[in-house]
């Protein structure tokens, strides 16, 4: 008997001992977590891990980076503070990776006077952060307060504003989805415009019957976010993409440094390009600066077909063609029909003295849905073209890559020019026949080391110019995009002169991917490949099925309560058989 008292008197000492062991185990590894900072990221979008261009800026950080967010107050709602969560994880997910990180959340309206507040929000205002109003309905009505929607990054002796509570512009997420899916972005290129205060420089070239800055204002303001941006007419002026320097101000020897701009914008076109023109362009590339090219090679337009239903349509004169096929592309002079394409609206008569319209398919206007898995256009849904023509690859230069970015649907028609095109095609019914060629390029990407349009054939009054420097080939590895419609970087104005966004369609009231496919390309040709890699990254809030939710219900109650009890029975059915093992081994011995 007293065997048995010291034995279960062990036990109980043995099992405080393993208890009091555990919780000192599981305090240590609170206290341990404190101080170190990891994360498994399991999801399927990796929602969790740091792009490695962004791990690249933090570790490279050399002085500290002051972080203010003022996400915090009593009055957040539900979903402000769930992002206010998300915030902080990026946040701790950046202090993982650089020491020099240091962040804290603050309330700017805790405990201040109405007219203080008044003072608070127009610094904010002034500094770049707009406060957003919330209204709460409370037992004597509705009340309004702010809510500061970012944070304030200070670097040495620099500010730069985040506004970190954005809205999707194409109206497809809620704000709290979108915001999560930018916010390490927006983080980031705050920190590089500190870090690095350099700005590429972007150009609009006029003079050929461009696209005005009315038409193009929606993608200047959007550019201008992350960029200096200018409008500059060549004029066939030799050096006016030049940096230049003044050697010998007594000879008016000049030398030239390098591009005064980075990327160049020729956005539709509708005039030839002289011989000049074409010279200075070329030789912006040959000393490694960079263009986006946005061509209509036919005369075909949207406007014109609503201010007359019928139109006859021929290429357009551009003379291009040998510089481009020198870049290794063709664009051709035809035009695109694809049944993946938009309604317009189309008059099928009158009711008394009043047009009816009716919304019909109309092919020439295509909405473009297939994308290479480039990054430029990773995340890119669709996009809204008008009357796009198809791109052939040329020539077999080996130091040139070329991609293609986008291409029509599996459903194409080619229509050469000349040509008449009408609205009636919106209301025949499409041949399927006729719709045999499939995913024609639109859009091309190509980059490496390109050779001058005028190599060997230098004219006598270029060649004669010392002072132009001309080089035969590039001097570094460059980068063009050719794509096939001028329309695509295109807005549309409204009654009062206001423009709509890039990629808005009026009819439909539906927003495109135009604008973020054009800041894409601007990033990739700035070699701004860090910011063009976080906004590849796409980021889906999960949630549940709602089919499954009805017909499984059952299923996956019962699986809910089941498994835990089937696991507790387990556990407990291993640990009896532990102890009766453990106990009559001790038995045995002590009747021995």
Known sequence: MKKDISAGKKFKRSAIIGLIASILILISINIISSFLYFRIDLTKDKRHSLSPSTIELLESLNDKVYIKVYLKGDNLPADYRQFANKTKEMLESFRNYSKNIYFEFIDPTAGKTREEMNAIFGEFYSKGLRPIPISREEGTGFSTYYVIPGAMIAYKTHEQPATLVVADPSQGTTWLEYSMQELEYNFVNAIRKLVKPKKT????IEGHGELDFMSTSWMHWQLQ???????????????????????????QE???KGNKYDVLIIAQPTKAFSEYDKYIIDQHIMRGGKVLWLIDPTTASIDSLQATP??????????????????????????VQDLSCQTIPINVGNMGDS???????????ADIVNFSDHPIVRRIKNIKSDFASTIDVVGSEERLKKDVLMTTSERTKLIPTPAIVTLNVARATPNMEEFAFKYLPIAVLVEGVFTSAYAGILPIEFDTIKQLGYKNESIVP?????????????????????????????????MYDNADFILNCINYLSADDDLLQIRSKSLKIGTLDPIKMKTEKNKYAFLNIAIPLILIFIMGTILIIFRKIKYSKKSSVQKK
């Open 201 to 204: 420089k972007i150009a609009f």
């Open 225 to 251: 976010r992350f960029y200096e941006v200018e409008r500059i007419s060549l004029n066939g002026r030799l050096n006016i993409l030049s940096d230049i320097e003044v050697v010998d101000t007594l000879t």
């Open 254 to 256: 000049i030398k030239i």
């Open 310 to 335: 019928e139109n006859f349509v021929i290429p357009r004169n551009l003379r291009l063609e040998n510089l481009f096929f020198k870049y290794g592309v063709r664009i051709n002079t035809n035009i």
């Open 355 to 365: 047009p009816q319209y009716k919304f019909m398919a109309f092919p020439y206007t």
């Open 478 to 510: 460059t980068r063009q995009i050719f794509v096939s419609d001028g329309d695509i970087i295109r807005n549309a104005i409204d009654n009062k002169g206001q423009p709509y966004p890039c990629g808005f369609d009026r009819y439909s009231n539906k």
